[in-house]
C-alpha cells in the first residue's frame, strides 16, 4: 500500500528516531513532505532537557504554520515513527496538515511499555489520531519497521530504569 517514497520517508524517521535515542532523547523522529515529494522539514523528539511537549509532530506542525500555505500544508505528508499523540495530532488537525503515516501505534507503543513494566500512566490519554482528528487521512502500523522501532524503545526504557 505505501509508495517506495513513503517507505523512504518513514526510513528516515526511524533513523531520526535512533538520533533522538542517541542523544539521550525519546526515540521519535517525523518527516515533513510537500505534495510533490520534497522534504521540508524533519525533526527529532527532545524532551531530554526536561520540556515534555517537544515531540517531533508538534513542532513540525508549527513549521509548517509558519512556512506554508493552506493549501500546501492540505497536500503534505508527515512520516513519524510512532503515532501522534493528542497533542501532535491536535496541532496537525488546526493548522491543517494532510496524510499521517506512522510506523507503530500508540496502543503497541503502550503494549510495549507494559511488558517492559512501565508504571504510572501518561498525563494524557494515548487516544487514536482520528478521536481527535477525525478528517485527516492516517496510515499505519508499518510492520516492516516494528522490530526496528521496537528495539529503540526497549533501548529508551533500560536506560531510564
Ligand atoms: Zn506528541
Not at 12 to 39: I, T
Not at 63 to 70: L, S, Y
Not at 146 to 157: K, Q, S, Y
Amino acid at each position: 500500500m505505501l509508495s517506495e517514497a513513503d517507505h523512504k520517508h518513514m526510513r528516515r524517521a526511524v533513523e531520526l528516531a535512533r538520533m533522538a535515542l542517541e542523544a539521550g532523547d525519546d526515540p521519535f523522529g517525523s518527516v515533513l513532505v510537500s505534495g510533490d515529494g520534497k522534504v521540508l522539514a524533519e525533526d527529532r523528539n527532545r524532551e531530554g532537557k526536561g520540556d515534555a511537549t517537544r515531540h517531533p509532530e508538534f513542532d513540525l506542525a508549527r513549521w509548517a504554520a509558519t512556512h506554508m500555505t493552506p493549501a500546501e500544508r492540505a497536500g503534505a505528508t508527515v512520516y513519524t515513527s510512532g503515532e501522534h499523540c493528542p497533542m501532535c495530532a491536535a496541532a496537525h488537525g488546526w493548522v491543517g496538515l494532510g496524510r499521517i503515516v506512522y510506523a507503530v501505534s500508540s496502543r503497541q507503543l503502550r503494549q510495549w511499555r507494559a511488558e517492559l513494566g512501565a508504571t504510572g500512566d501518561s498525563p494524557v490519554r494515548p487516544l487514536p489520531i482520528q478521536d481527535v482528528a477525525p478528517f485527516v487521512k492516517v496510515e499505519g502500523p508499518v510492520p516492516e519497521f516494528e522490530d526496528e522501532v521496537h528495539e529503540l524503545h526497549r533501548r529508551a526504557f533500560a536506560r531510564k530504569k
